[in-house]
């Protein structure tokens, strides 16, 4: 940014307004018990193994789907408003570019899935919400990456999200069955999948009288054993007991019911494990 912008005296109540914003938010996260900080790209790299980066050129993008930042993410918050006073030149001198109408450079961009981080150009982001615009010149360079990002992709999200590009990377199901959607909402969720996966693969080359590969087992776990299970469950309607839950952790929860009946010697199929088991414990 050229020196021979003059911060004038709106570009400081600008900035005033914009700290004031990120503390109302900061103080409204702490309340609901939320987090409101920035995605760091370093975080998200290392538990999602992503791959890249890509130089797919310039290209326009929504700012809404700019969630992080590679150096800056301490000095934003969420919604890219200023946390640190020590922003506060940089941002007006944008600010007053803004007023001004002068053209800035493209900001850079890693891309990840559908959200964006920023590389160089955090001031200019910050300000273009702040300011309303929806778009925004960039360019981009992708990171490959196995699982769906989505623009409200949160920071507690990675350990889970983390824990399903483990589960693909040991099994190669998005490979094997890429029409295949396995969703957790709970730590741990895809660990206990995998241990289905080597249960059914032991059971399965015993009866078989021979050695079962990897990628065997998991298609006829998937086929035989997840599928069925899905289909019973989506079948009986259980799924409005459980609003915020996803059917491959009914999946789970179903399972271990039938097996919990099983030992109570009562035999059951799948469908009535899932009707007692949202009797019992549905909303």
Request: a negative charge; hydrophobic letters at 35%; proline letters at 4%.
């Amino acid at each position: 940014m050229s020196d021979e912008f003059n911060i004038e005296p709106q570009d400081q109540v600008d900035f005033n307004t914009a700290r004031f914003k990120s503390f109302f938010n900061a103080m409204l996260a702490f309340l609901r018990g939320q987090r409101n900080d920035m995605l760091s790209f370093n975080d998200v790299k290392e538990k999602l193994r992503i791959g890249g980066p890509i130089y797919r050129g310039l290209k326009t993008v929504e700012v809404k789907k700019i969630v992080g930042s590679v150096n800056r993410y301490r000095d934003f918050d969420r919604a890219f408003l200023p946390t640190q006073n020590i922003t506060a030149q940089r941002w007006q001198k944008i600010n007053r570019a803004f007023y001004n109408e002068v053209g800035l450079p493209p900001i850079m961009l890693y891309q990840v899935g559908d959200v964006y981080f920023v590389v160089d150009g955090n001031h200019r982001v910050s300000v273009a919400r702040e300011k309303g615009q929806d778009y925004i010149e960039a360019e981009v360079r992708e990171c490959s990456v196995r699982v769906e990002v989505r623009p409200d992709l949160q920071p507690e999200d990675l350990e889970i999200l983390g824990e399903k590009v483990m589960f693909l990377e040991r099994t190669g199901l998005d490979r094997l069955r890429p029409e295949a959607t396995i969703e957790m909402t709970t730590l741990g969720g895809y660990e206990r999948m995998l241990e289905h996966i080597a249960v059914h693969r032991h059971y399965k080359g015993l009866e078989w009288q021979r050695e079962i590969g990897e990628g065997e087992a998991v298609t006829h776990w998937h086929d035989t054993v997840y599928l069925p299970l899905v289909e019973a469950i989506n079948k009986t309607g259980i799924m409005d007991s459980f609003p915020k839950k996803t059917v491959s952790d009914l999946y789970l929860w179903v399972i271990d019911h039938q097996h919990y009946l099983h030992e109570s010697q009562r035999e059951v199929t799948p469908e009535e494990a899932a009707e007692d088991f949202a009797a019992k414990y549905g909303e």
